[in-house]
C-alpha cells in the first residue's frame, strides 16, 4: 500500500509540476468550483465540515492539519483518509489540480 501511494504522490507531482511551482499552476477556477460543487459541497459546504467539525476547509485548520498546499490538498482529494473518501478514480488529475487549487484559494479569501 505505501508503493501505491508514492507512486501516486509521483504522478500528482509529475502532473502539477514541481512543489515549489504547484501554488502558481495555472488551473480553471470555475471548473474547480464546479468539481467542488459537484463532490465536496455535500460534506464541505463554505469550507465546513458537517461531520467533523475540525476537520474544515478554513485555512487555520488546513495550516493546522498539514494540508495548506495545492500538492497536499490534491494528495488527500486523491487518496482521502480516515472517513474522508479518495477520489483518485472518480475525478481526473486535472479535476484534482483543479479543486485542489480552488480550495486553497477559497481558504485564502475566508470562503467568501
Same mark, same amino acid.
Given at each position: 500500500?505505501? &508503493?501505491?501511494?508514492a507512486?501516486?504522490t509521483l504522478?500528482?507531482?509529475? #502532473?502539477?509540476?514541481?512543489?515549489a511551482l504547484a501554488?502558481?499552476?495555472s488551473? %480553471?477556477?470555475?471548473? *474547480?468550483? $464546479?468539481?467542488?460543487e #459537484?463532490?465536496? $459541497?455535500?460534506?464541505?459546504?463554505?469550507?465546513?465540515?458537517?461531520?467533523?467539525?475540525? @476537520? %474544515?476547509? =478554513?485555512? &487555520?485548520a488546513l495550516? =493546522?492539519? &498539514?494540508?495548506?498546499?495545492?500538492?497536499?490538498? $490534491?494528495?488527500?482529494?486523491t %487518496? *482521502? @483518509?480516515?472517513?474522508?473518501?479518495?477520489? *483518485?478514480? @472518480?475525478l481526473?488529475?486535472?479535476?484534482?489540480?483543479?479543486?485542489? #487549487?480552488?480550495?486553497l484559494?477559497? $481558504? @485564502?479569501?475566508?470562503?467568501k
Open positions: 500500500m505505501p &508503493k501505491i501511494i507512486l501516486i504522478i500528482t507531482i509529475i #502532473a502539477l509540476g514541481s512543489p501554488d502558481s499552476i488551473t %480553471n477556477p470555475n471548473n *474547480g468550483a $464546479a468539481v467542488f #459537484a463532490n465536496c $459541497a455535500g460534506c464541505h459546504v463554505n469550507g465546513s465540515n458537517i461531520v467533523r467539525r475540525g @476537520k %474544515n476547509l =478554513k485555512s &487555520k495550516h =493546522k492539519n &498539514k494540508v495548506d498546499t495545492q500538492e497536499a490538498i $490534491a494528495s488527500l482529494v %487518496n *482521502g @483518509k480516515g472517513i474522508m473518501s479518495a477520489y *483518485g478514480d @472518480k481526473t488529475p486535472e479535476q484534482i489540480a483543479d479543486v485542489s #487549487a480552488y480550495v484559494q477559497q $481558504a @485564502k479569501q475566508g470562503w
